[in-house]
């Protein structure tokens, strides 16, 4: 019953928006980077003729606007690189259904259990070293090391980031609140002044030596390349155990505003950018994420995503991040 | 030849040398203040509802946690250097170009100025690029010693080259060396300028974001932002933007403590002269090697680093607005913001000059309130306005963006109105009301033109300032829009070198010709007039 009563108002959706999609725009609210946002955008105003209005800001920072402004967000889409804050959206109520036919694109495990949200693409987290500081045997190989006191100094995080999050919540699950505490108390200790505002600072920062090593996601060491030539890249990446808890992919999500006048509009974007068409244009970007709807994989010189062997926590159990800031806040990280 | 007393500054000259005769109470004027100040403190209002919304013990709680002590330590131990740091270079530079013999001292007097035009983030964009020895603690000094040190310089060289050169020279004549002389009559003279600018300094500091975040340093304003950005937390936010508050009002009420004591006595207040130039003798060449030094570091390396980025930067990975798209609503924004800036302060300006009492004073101090807040509660609280009260009217609009600017930077355009004001003869007025012209005609026809030049400098000042905005600029940019400093940011949190590179040249470029403009502005100023900038 409520799967066709779904079906329905997509239909009549899809019908509403056929009408006036040729003159139409629609406002994203862009967290994702916009390496990966602006071809996409492209792609899909060529596609279906519908403008994109693109607000670019940070995603926490957006869904907090996409809050105070309430009925009357001018957001029809947010598209952001992690899950915590369209799960916050979510649940506030504040997002609409995405079409069933959107959400068969993408695997479920990485999709809204709600149906609200849809996986577009994935990052893994990993270890980025200076081999001329830190010998690769000399690194942690689970993310528990990281607080062990013999790294003091030669590590560095980002404690702002929203890629952290996810790491910190991994941890609290699978070894409980007072020993993620203690060990983010540890990381903070052996990190001391290199506590970064992002991942990319870290990843240039352990480029040029400033420190040994951090943890940052795949992509930005990938990027770092292509912004820098394979010459000027002194620095590796490289994986936590299998399976270790700090081995954690994260999915960057669409979701449709309940409040937009666009429904339509909105739901064929979601649409394309999960679509062969779509995924095909974030294989070969330079973006380096992992497609990871319409069967879909990379074009770029990565590891396979198939080939990844990341912890099973699941995008419920990442949550909202409440638990990982709470405890970044008793540690005095946040 | 009449002496007369003035607080340092020089405030009270130019009200007690025209005798002031009991006028009616101008009405319209202190309405139409009334609600710029209203406007102005807005911001502060919208703190206190936050902070009641969620409870007295959840602020107390948001406060009292362990970043907070690491923050304030960060903030204090920051601010306390580098505000020294700038009071000793911005002083002695004054000092060197006024009162000494030193070859090309024009020339010197501008290119001091000019690093005030750079943004701090593109400063620091320059020296973290170039090298890693730049970062944290170490980094802030450096950084924003050399972006901010010409708050000093500006309003000490103003006031050394105004004040009496006679007390030296009857210093020296009664057997006081050269040194004693300079820290006991010189420094003395020039008090309340080096107060004020270290204030100016110490503000600034307090509400700076994007240096910091370029250099990792974390102090209560980056982390503000970063609680905005990660925890969806707009109370949290506010909490500790209370503390920021807070110690900028301690800054303030310092810099009044420190002022109402001070009292230079002038001889012929009018009779400024050339002052003996000192010979520099075998100083010269340390001292020129200094200047050398301090414009190659505060203007070569932050303009180097650019031109590098530009031809040495990577792949051009990144799409974004053209630079001249992004130009021209920078300079749109800016001007309109400055524009509107000036004509706000006109009012408050008048009244705190033309009538002092209790309340212009009261009306003018609070107006120095908005410079304890940085640009994002700023913006938020104009967002929660306007969501809140008008249905979302003007939000993500241009307006709105323009309205949050004339606010951030009210306090600068004050600082140019009023000291035209001040040096606009009010004797002039009663003569034409004499005449019998009537008090808004007076005002077109005579008070106008008198601080028309004043009130260029505000907007030049206002203009600057709105040109390097970043954190007001993010949040409420229009959607679709970028200007040169968010396109900048964007690019350079991308580590798109190249890319940001231009944006930075043209942000320079632009702010170049409104610093040089006020670089001779208060170069020409009579320094009676300059209240302590």
Redesign the interface.
Known sequence: MLASLAVASSLLAACGGSSDSASQSITLYNGQHEQTTDSLVAGFEKATGIQVNVRNDDEDTLADEIVTEGSHSPADVIYTENTPAVQFLQDKHLLADVDPSTLAHTPSQYNSQQGQWVGVSARVSVLIYNPALIARSALPTSVLQLSDPKYKGLLAFAAGETDFQPIVTSVAHTYGDPAALTWLEGIKANAGTHVYPDNETIADLVNRGAVAFGVVNQYYWYRMGAELGASNLKAQITYFAPHDPGYVIDISPAAILKSSDHQAAAQKFLAYITSKQGQEIIAHSISFEYPIASGVTTSQTETPFDQLQPNPITIAQLGDGATAISLLKKAGLL | MTTTWASGDGRAVAVDVAPTRPRTQPRLLIAVSGVVVVVLLAPLVFLLIEAHGVGLDTVVHLIW???T??LLWNTVRLTVVVTILCAVIGTSAAWCVERTDLPGRRIWAVLVVVPFAIPDFVVSFGWASLS?WV???RGAVVVMTLAVYPLVYLPVAASLRGADPGQEEIARSLGLGPWKTFVRVTLGQARSAILGGCVLVALVLLAEYGAF??L?Y?TFT??IF?????????PTACALSLVLVVLSVVILSGDLVARGRGQVARTGAFAQRMSHRHPLGRARVPVLAGFVALVGLALGVPIGASVYWMFEG??H????VSIVDAGWHTALYSATAAALATVMALPVALLAVRHPDRKSKIFERSTYLVLAMPGLVIALAL??FS?RYV??LG??RAPLLIVAYSILFFPLALVGVRASVAYAPVSLDEVARSLGHRRLAVFGRVTLPLVGPGLAASFCLVFLAAVTELTAT??LVP??VQTLSTQFW?YQ????YGQAAPFALVIIAIAAVPSYVLARYFDRLPTRATAST
Not at chain 2, 227 to 233: G, I, K, L, P, R
Not at chain 2, 317 to 320: D, N, V
């Open positions: 946690r362990p970043l002590a690491t890693t970062q944290g603690f975040e370029i990792g974390q980056t982390e970063t609680e905005f950005q990660v925890s969806f937390d707009v990577g792949s990975a990144l799409t974004g967002s929660y969501e249905d979302g939000y993500q993010l949040i959607t679709g964007a949190q991308n580590l798109s």
